[in-house]
């Protein structure tokens, strides 16, 4: 199973971004997917998460202004990004939880990160 991200960049205080992960290989069905950041010198932080049925959890930091969704036929989640400011700045990492047959268990796996940087 891989995770592909894309839609990282440089962006003005203020501006938007829109994050993709798409997920293939050998894939049953996805429960959650996410996006966490770890900014430098700090932990990865949770940033939002949603279900298969779309309920969303977003962290305190990015309410608002975030917005998180997916496309369940193309095994994708997006990170819709406004308001940005110079703390979002990070790499931004998906992930998925996957079942890789009806009978597996259900295991995490992580995109390779894509950075989002936030300055004038």
């Known amino acids: 199973v891989q995770l592909v991200e894309s839609g990282g960049g440089l962006v003005q205080p203020g501006g938007s971004l829109r994050l993709s992960c798409a997920a293939s290989?050998?894939?049953?069905?996805?429960?959650?997917m996410g996006w966490y950041h770890q900014a430098p010198g700090k932990e990865r932080e949770l940033v939002a998460t949603?279900?298969?049925?779309?309920?969303?959890n977003y962290a305190d930091s990015v309410k608002g202004r975030f917005t998180i969704s997916r496309d369940n036929a193309k095994n994708t989640v997006y990170l819709q990004m406004n308001s940005l400011k110079p703390e979002d700045t990070a790499v931004y990492y998906c992930?998925?939880?996957?079942?890789?047959?009806?009978?597996?268990?259900?295991?995490?796996?992580w995109g390779q990160g894509t950075q989002v940087t936030v300055s004038s």
């Open positions: 949603i279900t298969r049925g779309g309920s969303t």
């Open positions: 992930y998925a939880g996957v079942k890789r047959g009806l009978l597996t268990g259900l295991y995490d796996y």
């Open positions: 290989g050998s894939i049953y069905s996805i429960n959650d």
